[in-house]
């Protein structure tokens, strides 16, 4: 497995990244963007995308807080532990909108293209990366062709920028894991959630892992589930084999 740090010039700057590729598929054109959780690029998502690739695919993990950079590292299961840590989190959350990312998103698809990677794109998302893959899925329709969120917050919020009110413009296959008992993601939300996507005549789906909590697919938190991750892991790879392969 070969991982290449690259830089990408963004409308704001220039944001660092890491392109995963397995040495058993290098004439793929097919890539997914991995979008990072609250805690941000480090060697958990890093086995994520090392995973992935290992089935054959690029995975571009960039770093969603560039504006702000340097930061951190912070560890996932003791992040919140410390008061002044949260606060700069939280401060790093609060400052990287939804429709930043969006227009990053734009950049990480020019930065695949420029590595050869011109085919068809999924999007897959953990945390506050999970409303990030779905808004990009409905931002570039032309190109993503499907979106997973995992553990993924306000999915379908009072907020103007709420992936929920993009669904019409969703063409990708969109698959939604949530935890058993999430307060970022509570009942209402997933109704609202499928409602909108059921309107806008979207594929997809809404599971909830029932005992899981929030963060329990990504190796390093603190509430991290064996069982539940693999589960992640099965219906993941579904997905991507049936949409971009």
């Known amino acids: ?11 704001d700057g220039i944001a660092k990244a890491g392109l995963f590729r397995s040495a058993t598929a ?4 097919v890539a997914i963007i ?4 609250a805690f941000g690029p480090r ?3 890093d086995q994520i995308a090392e995973k992935l690739a290992g089935q054959g695919y690029a995975v571009l993990v960039p770093d969603l807080f560039y504006r ?3 930061y951190g590292p912070f560890e996932a299961k003791t992040a919140f532990s410390d008061e002044k840590r949260k606060a700069v ?3 790093l959350l609060s400052g990287t909108t939804q429709d930043m990312t969006i227009r990053d998103s734009g950049a990480f698809l020019d930065a695949l293209d420029a590595e050869g990677l011109t085919g068809p794109v999924g999007t897959v998302g953990y945390c506050m990366g999970g409303a990030r893959a779905l808004n990009a899925a409905a931002t570039y329709p032309d190109r993503i062709v499907a979106a997973a969120s995992f553990h993924g917050g306000n999915l379908a919020s009072d907020a103007a920028d709420s992936p929920h009110r993009k669904a019409a413009s969703i063409k990708a296959r969109v698959y939604v894991g949530t935890a058993g008992v999430d307060r970022s993601f509570p009942p209402e ?5 499928a409602e909108a996507l059921r309107a806008a005549e979207v594929d997809h789906v809404i599971e909830n892992y029932a005992g899981m909590a ?15 991750a693999e589960r992640h892991w099965k219906r993941l790879t579904t997905l991507f084999a049936e949409t971009l392969e």
């Open 26 to 29: 290098p004439s793929s054109k």
């Open 1 to 11: 497995m070969a991982k290449q740090d690259i830089q990408i010039k963004t409308e």
């Open 68 to 70: 702000n950079a340097p």
């Open 34 to 37: 991995l979008y990072m959780d």
């Open 214 to 228: 929030h963060g329990w697919c990504v190796p390093d938190h603190s509430v991290f589930n064996a069982t539940g």
């Open 189 to 193: 939300q997933a109704a609202r959630l």
């Open 43 to 45: 060697p958990a998502l």
């Open 89 to 91: 989190i939280t401060g």
